[in-house]
Structures are given as structure tokens and as C-alpha cells.
Nanobody, 120 residues
Framework: QVQLVESGGGLVQAGGSLRLSCAASGSIFRINIVRWYRQAPGKQRELVAFITEGNTDYVDSVKGRFTISRDNAKTTVYLQMNSLKAEDTAVYYC???????????????WGQGTQVTVSS
């Protein structure tokens, strides 16, 4: 019953910025980890960044340019993307391990994806 909704994608020129959002809704007790993936045409899906209670990390190609963060309600995660390059063009997906209500287990959920296109 948990739904992840992604937004914020679009067309931007090289060197520009975008902020992606991943909003979780439903009967959420705890979100353990949120990840951002991306997949460019003809390429494999890759993990871009993740955030947990105490850690964040990034793939080397975006370090120093992208920042993952979480709001105070802990139901929305953002990916701030600065200094965008043409090679950042991809569909970006969020992924979260969510504990629902009184459930003892985590379920992995995916958003629908949002297109990021960087022109050069």
C-alpha cells in the first residue's frame, strides 16, 4: 500500500541544476533506506546515491555535484543535482525499504521514474 511518487525531472542545460523529490505515502512505520537509481538508454541501471539514518553515499561520478537529503517528516527524500552534465541524462528512480504499520518486515518499493535530460 506504500506508494513512491517522484517529481522534479525535466530538461536543463549543461551546468544547470535540478532537484528531484521522492515522496512516500501510505501506512508507513519506518523507512530504513532510500536510494536513487538512474538508467540511461542502452545502459544498465546504476545506483546513484542512498541515505539511511546515519549515512549517505554517492557513485563517484556524481560526488561533489549531487546531494541526497531527507525532510523533517522523513517521508520525502531529495536529490539535488548541480553542475549537470550531458552524461547525467537518464530516467531517475527512487527505491525505498519500508516497514508498513505493525509489519515486522521491510518491503522494497520503486517509484515510477522521472526523466532528466541535460542538453549540451
Amino acid at each position: 500500500q506504500v506508494q513512491l511518487v517522484e517529481s522534479g525531472g525535466g530538461l536543463v542545460q549543461a551546468g544547470g541544476s535540478l532537484r528531484l523529490s521522492c515522496a512516500a505515502s501510505g501506512s508507513i512505520f519506518r523507512i530504513n533506506i532510500v536510494r536513487w537509481y538512474r538508467q540511461a538508454p542502452g545502459k544498465q541501471r546504476e545506483l546513484v546515491a542512498f541515505i539511511t539514518e546515519g549515512n549517505t553515499d554517492y557513485v563517484d561520478s556524481v560526488k561533489g555535484r549531487f546531494t541526497i537529503s531527507r525532510d523533517n517528516a522523513k517521508t520525502t527524500v531529495y536529490l539535488q543535482m548541480n553542475s549537470l552534465k550531458a552524461e547525467d541524462t537518464a530516467v531517475y528512480y527512487c527505491n525505498a525499504d519500508v516497514q508498513e504499520g505493525s509489519s515486522r518486515s521491510y518491503r522494497t518499493n520503486w517509484g515510477q521514474g522521472t526523466q532528466v535530460t541535460v542538453s549540451s
